[in-house]
């Protein structure tokens, strides 16, 4: 029988462990922040990959801080990861390029030429500016997130800590809790939409918004790592 995830226990028990452990959570804070600001500077310069790989440093020691394995800082661990890794990534880029081309499908449906003159219009060629598609667009990645980002998540964790980073096997080991994880990636993302929507609306920048962002994703780090305690470690 499938375990089932006890997700408010879980969202208690990582606040718990970020008030008890304040000091740890606060410098992954900090460095998260320093970082992810030079991710925002440097964006579409030579400078964004290093620090990329810089971020994909930073949550590895923290993985292994938070599961208290040593060294810390292992590049064997880090080079494991990479396989689950850009397998989530992979996989992420073909839903995202699916549910992309998935707007344009009503063109080739060929209704009317009319039709397809008004729809033609309402893309205008720009996605990213078009609301109504970026909503839809967002909705059907939260629906399918749980699926190709957090439960595999926890096949990353894995491969961090020196066990298994199989991916079929985090989805094997999680499976029966898809409303669980999904409502972690409701949270997640709406609590950043409301901090981005709420920073902006005083005049704030991407460096104010992740000034209260940083602290809510080490927070969700921290739940990540007790979900993967739950199913892999079985701990109740």
Same mark, same amino acid.
């Given at each position: 029988?499938?375990?089932? @995830? $006890?997700?408010?226990?879980?969202l208690i028990t990582s606040w718990k462990y970020?008030?008890?452990?304040?000091?740890?959570?606060?410098?992954?804070?900090?460095?998260? !922040? %320093?970082? &992810?600001?030079? *991710?925002? #500077?440097?964006? /579409?310069? #030579?400078?964004?990959?290093?620090?990329?790989?810089?971020?994909?440093?930073?949550?590895?020691?923290?993985?292994?801080?938070?599961?208290?394995?040593?060294?810390?800082?292992?590049?064997?661990?880090?080079?494991?990861?990479?396989? $689950?890794?850009? /397998? %989530?990534?992979?996989?992420?880029?073909?839903?995202?390029?699916?549910? %992309?081309?998935?707007?344009?499908? $009503?063109?080739?449906?060929?209704?009317?030429?009319?039709?397809?003159?008004? !729809? *033609?219009?309402? @893309?205008? &060629?720009?996605?990213?500016?078009?609301?109504?598609?970026?909503?839809?667009?967002?909705?059907?990645?939260?629906?399918?997130?749980?699926? %190709?980002?957090?439960?595999p998540f926890l096949g990353w964790i894995s491969?961090?800590?020196?066990?298994? &980073?199989?991916?079929?096997?985090? #989805?094997?080991?999680?499976?029966?809790?898809?409303?669980?994880?999904?409502?972690?990636s409701l949270l997640t993302d709406c609590l950043?939409?409301?901090?981005?929507? &709420?920073?902006?609306?005083?005049?704030?920048?991407? !460096?104010?918004?992740?000034?209260?962002?940083?602290?809510?994703?080490? !927070?969700?780090?921290?739940?990540?790592?007790?979900?993967?305690?739950?199913?892999?470690?079985?701990?109740?």
């Amino acid at each position: 029988m499938n375990k089932k @995830l $006890p997700l408010m226990n879980i969202l208690i028990t990582s606040w718990k462990y970020c008030l008890s452990n304040f000091n740890v959570c606060a410098i992954f804070t900090a460095l998260f !922040y %320093i970082m &992810g600001a030079l *991710a925002v #500077w440097s964006w /579409k310069t #030579w400078m964004f990959m290093p620090i990329v790989v810089g971020l994909y440093v930073l949550w590895g020691v923290f993985f292994r801080v938070y599961f208290n394995r040593r060294p810390y800082f292992m590049p064997k661990s880090l080079f494991n990861s990479l396989l $689950p890794s850009t /397998k %989530i990534v992979l996989l992420t880029i073909v839903v995202a390029t699916f549910f %992309i081309m998935l707007q344009f499908v $009503p063109l080739f449906i060929n209704v009317s030429p009319e039709f397809n003159q008004k !729809y *033609a219009q309402f @893309l205008q &060629g720009d996605i990213e500016r078009n609301g109504v598609l970026v909503l839809i667009t967002n909705l059907l990645f939260l629906m399918v997130s749980p699926q %190709i980002a957090y439960r595999p998540f926890l096949g990353w964790i894995s491969a961090l800590i020196g066990r298994s &980073g199989s991916l079929k096997f985090a #989805w094997e080991k999680t499976k029966g809790n898809y409303k669980e994880f999904l409502i972690i990636s409701l949270l997640t993302d709406c609590l950043l939409t409301v901090i981005r929507w &709420g920073i902006v609306s005083v005049g704030g920048n991407d !460096y104010v918004t992740m000034v209260f962002a940083a602290p809510l994703i080490v !927070y969700f780090n921290v739940i990540s790592a007790q979900a993967y305690e739950f199913f892999f470690l079985n701990k109740e």
